[in-house]
């Protein structure tokens, strides 16, 4: 009776110890398969986007949030990561961000921009330049007007060519604040040097549309191509304008830091 008694507790014993040994390594498999599936150099960013206008998205609409490198001047930004979330209803839209954390270090300025798609194009966008690195961020979205064509009841090409030469302008009006923000924080010698490399750039966007409208061998067309093609990259070199002025908080590179201080 004493030896069957010893053989049950033994038999018990060993089917505990295999039972856990299989679950150790389950266990095991599982943090493995969870580290791989997320590097160690994988980071997350979370915050909220809202807006002020008490009205609900329309349907289908996608949040998208992204985080960019701004570091290149008069360069678009380099996308380091984006979420794209389905609304359902009215704000706060709580979002979650994956990113690789190699590319925000130095030099890179890296920015949060977000923006509200609907199935007929942008309903919502930040306009400011939020530090990706904010404490818990709070992305504000406002709304996009929707404004006509001015060049859709053009019939002929002449009011085209006079409808894109007025866009040109257009363009140039509203890169002027930027310049004279850019300006006013630069010091004497730090304005001139800024004037030429804007004077190098107004020789590259004339030579670089007169390249693209001599495709049309001085047809008719040929004008509206040029302006086209100045008033666009008058509002790219806009965009570049503000990113070098805004300064996000920490970034040392940006032109209000050449500001001379005052002497007491």
Known sequence: ????????????????????NRWGGYLALACTCALQAFPAYAAILEGEAVYRERIMPPLDSVLVVSLQDTSRADAPATELGSVRIHLAGGPPYRWRLEYDERATG???????????ETPTGLWMTTDTVMPAFTPAPILQLRSVAAT??????????????????????????????????????????????????????????TQSCQFE??????????????????????????????????????????????HPKSTP
């Open 106 to 116: 130095a030099p890179a300025r890296p920015v949060l921009r977000a923006r509200i």
């Open 148 to 205: 006509p064509d001015p060049c859709a009841s053009a019939s002929t090409q002449a009011a085209l060519n006079a409808c894109a030469y007025e866009s040109f302008l257009a363009a140039s009006a509203a890169m002027g604040p930027q310049l004279r923000q850019i300006e006013s924080a630069l010091t004497p010698s730090r304005r001139t040097a800024w004037r030429n490399v804007q004077k190098a750039w107004l020789t590259f966007r």
């Open 1 to 20: 009776m004493g030896y069957q008694l010893f053989n049950h507790l033994l038999t018990n014993l060993q089917k505990h110890h295999r039972a856990r």
């Open 213 to 258: 409208s001599s495709a049309l061998q001085g047809g008719s067309a040929g004008p509206m191509v040029q302006w086209q093609c100045a008033a666009r990259m008058t509002r790219e070199r806009t965009v570049a304008l503000a990113r070098l002025s805004s300064c996000p908080e920490g970034d040392i590179a940006c032109v209000p830091h050449g």
